[in-house]
């Protein structure tokens, strides 16, 4: 069982010597259920400050320097700017309707976004907070991810139950890749070999070559005692070395951790209800994920790939990411 967070775990862990400054990380929840980001200090694990933001909070990152977070309001058609320093909004961004997730270029100057309602893409440069283009994709745009190297984005449309290959020069689409039914996240591996994307209702993960663009192999699941429609692939991420990666199970309560190497699926982490989202501290020592029906996050260990803790967090948390410093 999970060791819920209390006042007294917080004193344990400094006395046991896991906890250092240097180490200590925010992590921020977007609840899409009450129009909250919920701050938690990566190594306390305690809440540090609770955010009121827009309408149904979803797609949520940071700058690369850390001073700025971006949300998804995705019910006021808003991406909303909040200052890491003072936690208030101190801005917007033309998003276009309904955004629900982007990614940040790896220059940090770009933020590409799903627009669900209109299936488009829409590019937005942040300097001048200004739409760049709209690129026209499937219908339900959500997943997105963007190659290290910045040249190829990604795209996964849930109804069309494609992943778009974007070329981020020119602004258009040069390969539809069909894979399986609802695509949901898109996560490129570290070295631009490969691009996973996950299929909830599916129930895989397609592992996409980048030079070829055709599906090379599909990852499934298998929970003994769950059902197979139970198992639905939702988030994904890879570590920087691209030998593990991790993948949000839904309600199997899961999540897969999968040799990137083999493709084999090597343990099943039991976390809160409803995984939805995942993201790496920056030493890539824990992964977190978001539990949206049992309103928590759960930290897991890289290492031993065990859940340590989870931390009880807003309402129907959906997306999460950690600071860079």
């Known amino acids: ?66 001073k700025f977070i971006y949300l998804c309001a995705s019910d006021d058609d808003t991406i909303e700017i909040i200052d890491t320093a003072s936690y208030e909004i101190v801005g917007t961004l033309p998003s276009g309707p309904d955004p629900e997730l982007f990614v940040l270029s790896p220059d940090g100057k770009t933020l590409y976004v799903a627009n669900e309602d209109d299936n488009l893409v829409t590019v937005i440069d942040l300097e001048s907070k200004s739409v760049v283009t709209e690129v026209p994709v499937g219908v339900e745009p959500e997943g997105m991810g963007i190659s290290p190297d910045g040249k190829a984005l990604v795209n996964t449309s849930e109804t069309t139950n494609m992943a778009h290959f974007i ?27 490969e691009v996973w994307v996950s299929a909830e209702i599916g129930g895989t993960v397609s592992v996409i070559d980048n030079a070829s663009r055709e599906v090379k192999h599909k990852i499934t699941f298998e929970i003994p005692g769950l059902r197979a429609e139970a198992i639905q692939p939702v988030g994904v991420r890879i570590t920087a070395d691209g030998k593990k990666a991790y993948v949000a199970l839904g309600p199997a309560n899961r999540v897969a951790v999968v040799n990137a190497e083999t493709y084999e699926v090597e343990k099943y982490v039991l976390v809160g209800q409803r995984v939805w989202q995942l993201a790496f501290t920056p030493d890539q020592k824990t992964i977190i994920s978001t539990n949206g029906v049992s309103n928590d996050i759960t930290f897991i260990d890289v290492a031993t790939d065990e859940a340590v803790q989870s931390v009880t967090v807003g309402a129907l948390p959906w997306g999460v990411v950690v600071s860079p410093n």
């Open 1 to 66: 069982m999970l060791r819920r967070l209390t006042f007294l775990s917080a004193g344990l862990a400094l006395a046991a010597g896991v906890a250092s400054p240097a180490s200590a990380y925010m992590v921020y929840v977007s609840n899409e259920k009450d129009n909250t980001v919920t701050v938690v200090d990566s190594t306390t694990m305690g809440v540090v400050r609770t955010v009121d933001v827009g309408q149904r909070p979803r797609g949520i990152t940071i700058s690369h320097d850390g």
């Open 167 to 193: 070329d981020t020069e020119t602004h258009e689409i040069t390969h539809n890749v069909l894979v399986d039914s609802r695509p949901r996240f898109a996560e490129f591996k570290p070295d631009n070999s």
